[in-house]
């Protein structure tokens, strides 16, 4: 594990270049088309559920509650039927249909840009909160999901035993630059998937092998 400030900017500073270069497009796995309340629910229901999952309900839920306004008029018994496939429906329903009356009531409709704000409602925490701002607005923290935590402690950042999102977070604060953090978030979860599971991680022809910690404790020296 990386101990000093100086090592752990030149880690998150390797890393990055090397996952830029392997997915250079750094997509949300959420097909949300670029619109701040579709993201906010998708997260939503993302808790517990596959992203694969929350895309294919996603046409027919916002079919009938494209806005937050549409939301605050639908019965939460009705949205329950919509996203009962993800798991915790009801209370995923009953955040979304929250959701959108405050929103509506407090922010005018439109989902609201601070942390303060956004913490402010129903089911939302900082992952949602940190996933809305950085990928509409390029601000807030990483979001620290389950793949961000594993792949994050294998490389070396912090111990592989730290599970805690909020410290996390704050490791990252000074490592990676406020406007870069949503890619790099997507790029090492779509790295967790592809390449360092939490089951069996393909470390042969990994290309941050020659930086990861968990990788070079085992015992293996051949750096590429
Ligand atoms: S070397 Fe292995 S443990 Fe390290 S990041 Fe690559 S796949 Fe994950």
Redesign the pocket.
């Known amino acids: 594990m990386k101990e000093t400030q100086t090592e752990k900017a030149a880690l998150a500073a390797a890393v990055s270049a090397r996952l830029t270069e392997r997915y250079p497009a750094a997509e949300c796995a959420l097909l949300y088309g670029g619109d701040a309340w579709r993201l906010l629910v998708m997260g939503r229901l993302s808790a517990q559920c596959t992203d694969k999952r929350v895309n294919e309900v996603a046409p027919a839920l916002f079919s009938e509650i494209p806005t937050p306004a549409a939301a605050a008029k639908t019965p939460v018994s009705r949205i329950e039927e919509l996203v009962r496939s993800c798991g915790l429906y009801r209370t995923k329903a009953r955040n979304i249909h929250d959701c959108g009356v405050l929103i509506t009531e407090r922010f005018g409709g439109r989902v609201p840009e601070s942390e303060e704000d956004l913490l402010s409602l129903p089911g939302v925490g900082r992952k949602i909160a940190n996933l809305v701002r950085g990928d509409l607005w390029r601000r807030g923290g990483v979001v620290v999901d389950t793949h961000f935590i594993r792949?994050c402690g294998?490389?070396g950042f912090y111990p592989e035993t730290e599970k805690d999102p909020a410290r996390i977070e704050r490791i990252f604060e000074p490592l990676v630059a406020e406007p870069d953090r949503s890619d790099f978030c997507h790029r090492v979860v779509l790295?967790g998937r592809e390449?360092?599971p939490a089951r069996a991680?393909?470390?042969a022809g990994?290309?941050?092998?020659s930086l990861?910690s968990?990788?070079l404790q085992a015992g293996n020296d051949d750096r590429k």
């Open positions: 792949v294998r490389i790295f390449v360092c991680p393909r470390c990994c290309p941050l092998a990861c968990h990788f």
